[in-house]
């Protein structure tokens, strides 16, 4: 009786074991977190087929405290992907584990998230740093173009894990669709699911929080504009699989948040963009009404730094309008002159410009016809093909010495110091994580001079 009692339970624990192996095989990729606020924190997850997905919660200083999301049944026509909601209190940090179909899904690496913090008419803004850049190409070779992988070194991932960003932005480039994939709604779904699978990806899905503008490859083919025929539905994937708080605020994939005292203005450079020699209209890059918008939104906002995320460059002033190979705002030159004019007419003070697309990472600053100096940082790429030494004799007449940089990297952000002086430092670092530059910028230097 004892041996049949025994037998039992070891068949019951291999069950339970089967179970919860069962569940672990069910998890696509993720979790990731989403958007931080003060009262909630989004989280998401795909898995491989229709199941039901929840989190548990608590805080750092309260592991007995759980708290317990929503459930959430996947389905194909979602990609099986599920976004949850976590409730939480302001200026918190938070572990989470994931459950699929009730069964605990272990990870190997740190699962977190942190509420932003009430701050305001309190204590000064509290420091933090973000992760920027653009370009990611995973390499699939049955379907990438024949020869050397255009893809690599995605250790860069962990390497931008291990400086423990606050949260991180992405620049645009952030899938590459191919020739396959652009057309169906089967093919979007498979070029996300196959770039988030990433295994090196991982551990920064899960423990930092993410943002996300787009470019020409995630949005259709390459140097695509709004002829572009699907555009809808690259529009409806690029929300499915990223956790920005809004999304189409002045049309596309537009929109804004905020993190302590600095304001991210996230703009849609190609839902509106028409081609640079349009004859029937004048060229846009981003259209009247979401320039429009920005300029008002930038005029309400009290933010020390007011960052304006574009995947094209809006600074450097090489023309690129006979160029088959590379874009910037230079190639839109009346459009570019009105939003310039716009944020001087209106006396905005701290903008700052984050861009990518262009293979090499360098920093622009314009003096000339501003209110104070407008800066460009362009970063890029993470993990695409470089541009190497290609650009480095470009044109660009206000290129800041020494930034230039043609190989893979990443820049580390960091905002700090007292409410009224507050200080950017951005750290470029290649994908090993050494630096290469560092630059710091003053709010106080960016405000326009009272007369």
């Given amino acids: 009786m004892k041996i049949s009692k025994n037998i039992w339970f070891v068949f019951a624990c291999c069950l339970l074991v089967g179970q919860v192996k069962a569940q672990s095989n069910l998890l696509q990729s993720g979790p990731m977190v989403g958007y931080s606020t003060m009262k909630e924190v989004l989280l998401w997850v795909q898995t491989k087929k229709a199941a039901k997905v929840h989190f ?60 932003q913090t009430l701050w305001q008419y309190r204590t000064d803004p509290p420091p933090f740093k973000f992760a920027f850049g653009s370009c990611t190409f995973v390499n699939e070779k049955e379907v990438d173009r024949p020869g050397r992988p255009y893809g690599g070194e995605y250790f860069i991932f962990k390497t931008i894990a291990d400086q423990k960003p606050d949260f991180m932005v992405w620049g645009g480039d952030n899938i590459y669709l191919r020739e396959v994939d652009w057309n169906s709604r089967t093919g979007i779904i498979h070029r996300y699911t196959h770039t988030r699978s990433l295994p090196e990806l991982q551990a920064l899905w899960g423990g930092v929080h993410h943002y996300a503008t787009w470019d020409d490859h995630d949005f259709g083919p390459d140097n695509s504009d709004a002829s572009f025929w699907n555009k809808e539905l690259t529009t409806e994937m690029f929300k499915l699989f990223w956790g920005n708080p809004n999304y189409g605020v002045a049309g596309g994939i537009s929109g804004t948040f905020a993190w302590n005292d600095v304001q991210f203005f996230m703009m849609d450079d190609r839902y509106f963009r028409s081609s640079p020699d349009d004859k029937l209209n004048t060229p846009q890059l981003l259209g009247d009404h979401q320039i429009e918008w920005l300029i008002e939104a930038l005029k309400y906002s009290r933010a020390s730094f007011k960052f304006v995320v574009i995947g094209s460059q809006v600074l450097n002033n090489k023309d690129f309008s006979k160029s088959r190979w590379a874009e910037n705002y230079s190639t839109y030159p009346a459009e570019q ?89 951005i750290k470029v670092m290649d994908n090993k994580g050494k630096e290469m530059w560092q630059y710091k910028i003053k709010a106080r230097d960016l405000r326009p001079k009272r007369k």
């Fill in 337 to 425: 002159k009105k939003l310039l004019k716009a944020i001087k007419d209106a006396n905005i003070p701290g903008v700052i410009f984050l861009t990518g697309d262009r293979h090499h990472t360098e920093l622009s600053k314009l003096t000339e016809g501003t209110n104070y100096p407008l800066y460009d940082v362009t970063i890029s790429p993470f993990t695409s093909g470089s541009a190497g030494e290609r650009a480095r004799k470009e044109k660009n007449t206000i290129r800041v010495p020494n930034t230039y940089v043609g190989i893979r990297n990443f820049a580390l952000m960091e905002v700090a110091g007292p409410r009224l002086d507050r200080v950017l430092t």
């Fill in 56 to 115: 548990k919660y608590w805080e750092v200083k309260k592991p007995t405290q759980k708290l317990t999301t929503e459930s959430m049944t996947t389905t194909k026509k979602m990609g099986f992907v599920a976004k949850i909601v976590a409730e939480v209190s302001q200026g918190k940090k938070y572990n989470y584990e994931l459950y699929i179909n009730d069964q605990l899904v272990k990870r190997p690496y740190p699962l977190r998230f942190q509420s």
